[in-house]
């Protein structure tokens, strides 16, 4: 094992990276914008610092669902991994489907169901499904609201259903968090569902659990802009109510001028020493030329996490 690392620790295209820690070798997926025969790249590490390629995890779907592939995550339950994703057309909306495998690196094969489909506003992003210490499972997601209650901005946002099984949902979709602030801003006079709208967007959930405490870990803002970052939300339940998301700029990641530009999508790792655990996120090079993957240590305060990060210099694993 490695003692030190850089950012970033993959430097080729890896955007939306979900690390899956399994029996001491860290797995890592990610986000397939141009799909071929397969999609979804993996790699593979003992330390998080250095990585090897594999094989993509699955087969593409028939043209129909779409080619665009994104934010695939994986669940363990019961001696099955389970990968969720998000596939659809860029004007047509998104749907969220999940695919079996026997191994974590797959190959996996769709389970031939949607999670979640269709409606007045078919845009469904980001899966993150989340067990709780009483074996309850629970799937995050980013959807399209358009109104306004309670203030909330218009755009996409934050959901959550309970899972019955970890093939379905129990229908009982809540809110999580929606935008408020102008760093949420992802583009203004968006052209959506046939209106213009000011358009905000928080996505990318990942949902921990920290002394009785859950924490709802998302990006804001445009993925393509400085301005998009990382913060957090957090509740007593993993259904809510939360609280924060509501400053006036991200608190755990964002952009250094001229190193480190636009983090976010985040998931969550522990740490190859055993004690406590790294955020792994992306964020594209000055020149802005790809997203890559990166980590940072993760600390905890009474006031709630903390980065030291983005950084570029060599730090300790």
């Not at 397939?32 to 993509?56: I, K, M, N, Y």
């Not at 993993?238 to 952009?255: H, I, M, S, Y």
Request: charged share 25%; hydrophobic share 35%; proline share 8%.
């Amino acid at each position: 094992m490695r003692g030190h690392y850089r950012n970033p620790v993959y430097d080729r295209p890896f955007a939306d990276p979900f690390v899956l820690a399994w029996e001491g070798v860290y797995y890592a997926f990610a986000t397939d914008h141009e799909a071929g025969e397969q999609v979804f790249p993996v790699l593979r590490s003992t330390d998080l610092a250095a990585w090897e390629p594999l094989r993509p995890a699955m087969k593409t779907l028939d043209p129909d669902f779409g080619h665009s592939y994104w934010a695939p995550e994986v669940a363990f339950d019961n001696g099955v991994f389970y990968l969720y994703y998000s596939v659809g057309h860029e004007d047509k909306g998104h749907q969220l489907r999940v695919a079996t495998s026997l191994c974590p690196e797959g190959p996996y094969k769709d389970t031939g169901r949607a999670l979640l489909q269709g409606g007045e506003h078919p845009f469904y992003i980001d899966p993150h499904p989340f067990q709780d210490i009483d074996g309850a499972w629970y799937l995050y997601f980013a959807r399209d609201f358009v109104d306004e209650e309670n203030g909330a901005r218009v755009g996409t946002a934050l959901a959550v259903d309970r899972m019955t099984d970890m093939l379905t949902l129990a229908g009982e979709q809540q809110t999580v968090l929606r935008a408020t602030k102008d760093w949420q801003r992802y583009e203004s006079n968006r052209l959506m569902y046939g209106e213009r709208y000011d358009w905000h967007t928080l996505e990318g959930p990942f949902v921990v659990r920290r002394e009785g405490r859950y924490y709802c870990f998302f990006s804001g803002g445009c993925w393509k802009e400085t301005s998009y970052g990382v913060d957090y939300a957090s509740a007593e339940s993993p259904l809510g109510p939360w609280v924060g998301g509501e400053n006036d700029r991200p608190r755990v990641l964002r952009t250094v001028p001229g190193e480190v530009l636009g983090p976010g999508h985040n998931s969550m790792a522990p740490a190859p020493d055993g004690i406590g655990e790294f955020i792994v996120y992306h964020a594209w090079d000055p020149a802005m030329s790809a997203r890559t993957m990166r980590i940072d240590r993760l600390t905890w305060t009474p006031t709630g996490p903390l980065c030291a990060g983005p950084s570029t210099d060599n730090r300790p694993l």
